[in-house]
């Protein structure tokens, strides 16, 4: 089974602080596509970051990036300069196949940031 | 561009009764997906259409199904519902089918008394 593992169920930062949330996945396909989403209070889901199976290079936004093992099935987030913005439910999705646009989620990781 | 639009917002009914949610994609997106989000179960993958066709089903019974019509707009009914229907029900729009950013809702917030 194609399964998602976020293993921090809470987080917490200092403001202007990085800190990174840790997600693995499990699957025996070769391409598929990992995303991260922030879930805040008002829980709308924003895409935060998305990376390419097939790419090597690891996917930058802005204040965010991801560290891609794709042999650990491992992708974790980066948060840098962490502001109290920030504060959400992050989840970790993986998409499983290329035609298809269903997501698998993994449990999520409640980010606190402090002033 | 108006955003991934869900409705209602909030919901209650009873046991037994069923349910209609609606969810209306960004403009010019054709695949539509549902997902269910409680606190025990998180979030799970219900249905995804795509041009008014069913491409992928989750692990729901059957009283939860889905339709999509040809201006992509979608629906999702529940049937007899039971208390743990409870739930965010949230929809994601996407622009083709070829693994694109999806874009959620709102979520429709249903409670079952």
């Known amino acids: 089974a194609q399964t998602v593992t976020q293993s921090q169920p809470e987080m917490s930062v200092q403001e202007a602080e990085t800190v990174t949330l840790s997600c693995t996945y499990d699957?025996?396909?070769?391409?598929?596509?990992l995303f991260w989403y922030k879930q805040p209070p008002s829980r709308q889901m924003i895409l935060v970051i998305r990376?390419?199976?097939?790419?090597?290079q690891n996917a930058t936004e802005n204040r965010f990036s991801v560290n891609f093992q794709k042999a650990a099935k491992s992708f974790s987030l980066k948060i840098s300069d962490s502001q109290l913005g920030d504060t959400a439910m992050y989840f970790c999705?993986?998409?499983?196949?290329?035609?298809?646009?269903?997501?698998?989620f993994g449990t999520g990781t409640r980010l606190q940031v402090f002033p | 561009k108006a955003g991934v639009t869900q409705t209602p917002r909030y919901l209650i009914k009873t046991r037994g009764q069923q349910v209609t949610l609606s969810c209306s994609p960004i403009s010019g997106h054709r695949s539509v997906s549902w997902y269910q989000q409680t606190p025990g179960q998180g979030l799970q993958f219900l249905f995804e259409y795509f041009s008014e066709t069913q491409r992928n089903k989750g692990n729901f019974p059957g009283r939860f199904s889905g339709r999509q019509f040809s201006n992509s707009r979608s629906e999702m009914n529940v049937s007899t519902l039971e208390l743990g229907d409870s739930a965010l029900y949230l929809c994601?729009?996407?622009?083709?089918?070829?693994?694109?950013?999806?874009?959620f809702g709102q979520g429709t917030r249903l409670t079952v008394v």
């Open positions: 699957t025996s396909e070769s391409n598929y596509y």
């Open positions: 990376q390419e199976a097939y790419k090597q």
């Open positions: 994601a729009s996407s622009l083709e089918d070829t693994a694109t950013e999806a874009f």
């Open positions: 999705a993986f998409m499983p196949s290329l035609n298809t646009d269903k997501l698998i």
